[in-house]
C-alpha cells in the first residue's frame, strides 16, 4: 500500500470494528478528502458516520470533543495543518484537560488527523510543521508516521486511544519515498519493505521508537519526511558515517529509553526536522540528551532544521533540510 491507502484502510478498519468512529471534515465525505485519504468511507458507512463539515477548523473540533465526551470516537480531518490555529483553544483548552478537569469523568477520544510538512511546492500556507505547539501541551499525544505499515498501526491505536491524538500525516510521503534531492524521481512505495501491510486490524504501540538502522558513529533522531531525507542522504554520501537511524515516530509520548541508549554507544547525537529551529521539537530533544547523556557525548548535540522564516515557496529546497546541510552537519559533528 502507499500511504494513503494504508490510512484509509485504517479508517475502513477502525469504523468496521466500531460503530462509534466517525469521520469528519472538509470535504471528507463525497469528495473523498483533498488527497483522497476518506475515499469511499461515506458510501461504505453512511452520511451519519462521514460527514462534510463547513470550513471552521474552531467548530470541527469543538463539535469531535463533544462528541467525544458523550460516548463516540470521532475522527476530524483538518484539511492542512497550517489551517490548525483556529482551533487551537478547543485542543489545549478543552481536550486537552477534559480527563484532568473532569477527574476522569470524561475524556475526548478524538484523533485529529491532518497532513503537514513541505516538500511539494505547497508555500507558506500549505507546508507548515506545527507539532511542536502541541508538545508543549500536557494531555494531547502527538503522533507522526513515516510508512504506510506505520501509518496504519499507528492511526489505529490513535483511534482506540481514550486521550486526544494529534496525528500528523507527512504530505511528502503520501505515494511514496523518495531521494533527498527534490528533482530525482520519486522511488514509489512499490517493492518497499514497509509498504506491505497486513489486511485487518493490528496496532503499532504509541510512544516506541523504531530503529531504521544501526551504526556505531552517530545517532540520529528524526520523524516523518525527514526520516527518507536522512536515509537516502546516508546512502549517497561516500563518507557518510556509520548511524544508528531513529525514528520517534511518536513525539509525545517519547521514547526516551530508545534514544538514550543509542547515544549512549554512539557518543554523538544530530537532531533532524523541517520545522522551524527556535523552540522546534529538536530543542526538547536536545536538552533530553543533554541532561541524561552528558557524560557519554564527544561532540556537542547539534540540529539541522528549517529556518525561522516563513515558509517560502521558489526557496523551498533551501528551507527544506537536505542532503547539503545534512553533509555538512555530518562532518562537522564527527569532527567535532
Same mark, same amino acid.
Given at each position: ?62 463539535? %469531535?470533543? *463533544? ?7 470521532? $475522527? !476530524? #480531518? ?5 489551517? &490548525?490555529?483556529? /482551533? ?97 524521481? %520519486?522511488? *514509489? ?7 506491505? $501491510? !497486513? #489486511? ?5 504501540? &504509541?510512544?516506541? /521508537? ?127
Amino acid at each position: 500500500m502507499t500511504m494513503i491507502q494504508a490510512i484509509n484502510d485504517a479508517l475502513d478498519v477502525a469504523m468496521q470494528r466500531d460503530d462509534t468512529v466517525t469521520v469528519m471534515g472538509e470535504d471528507v465525505g463525497f469528495f473523498g478528502g483533498v488527497f483522497r485519504a476518506t475515499a469511499g468511507l461515506q458510501a461504505k458507512y453512511g452520511t451519519s458516520r462521514v460527514f462534510d463539515t463547513p470550513i471552521s477548523e474552531c467548530g470541527i473540533i469543538g463539535v %469531535a470533543i *463533544g462528541m467525544g465526551a458523550y460516548g463516540l470516537r470521532p $475522527v !476530524p #480531518e483538518i484539511q492542512f495543518a497550517d489551517y &490548525i490555529y483556529p /482551533a487551537l483553544d478547543q485542543l489545549v483548552s478543552e481536550a486537552a484537560r477534559l480527563r484532568y478537569r473532569s477527574a476522569g469523568e470524561f475524556t475526548a477520544p478524538l484523533t485529529l488527523r491532518s497532513p503537514f510538512g513541505g516538500g511539494i511546492f505547497g508555500g507558506q500556507t500549505h507546508s507548515q510543521s506545527p507539532e511542536g505547539i502541541f508538545t508543549h501541551c500536557s494531555g494531547l499525544k502527538t503522533v507522526i508516521p513515516s510508512t504506510p505499515y506505520d501509518a496504519k498501526g499507528l492511526l489505529i491505536a490513535s483511534i482506540e486511544d481514550n486521550d486526544p491524538v494529534l496525528f500528523f500525516e507527512p504530505k511528502r510521503l503520501y505515494n511514496g519515498p523518495f531521494h533527498g534531492h527534490y528533482d530525482r524521481p %520519486a522511488k *514509489g512505495w512499490a517493492g518497499h519493505p514497509d509498504a506491505q $501491510v !497486513p #489486511e485487518g486490524h493490528y496496532r503499532v504501540e &504509541i510512544g516506541k /521508537a523504531r530503529v531504521v538502522r544501526e551504526g556505531s558513529d552517530l545517532t540520529i533522531l528524526t520523524y516523518g519526511t525527514m526520516v527518507h531525507v536522512v536515509a537516502s542522504t546516508l546512502d549517497e554520501l561516500e563518507d557518510a558515517p556509520k548511524a544508528d537511524l531513529i525514528d520517534l515516530r511518536s513525539l509525545i509520548p517519547l521514547d526516551i529509553e530508545t534514544i538514550e541508549a543509542s547515544v549512549k554507544k554512539t557518543g554523538r547525537c544530530l537532531i533532524v526536522h523541517e520545522a522551524t529551529r527556535t523552540s522546534g521539537f529538536g530543542a526538547e530533544l536536545s536538552a533530553l540528551v543533554q541532561e541524561r547523556c552528558f557524560h557519554h557525548l564527544e561532540a556537542p548535540v547539534q540540529r539541522v532544521t528549517g529556518f525561522d522564516t516563513p515558509y517560502p515557496h521558489a526557496l523551498e529546497w533551501a528551507y527544506f533540510p537536505g542532503p547539503v546541510r545534512l553533509a555538512q552537519a555530518f562532518k562537522q559533528i564527527m569532527k567535532d
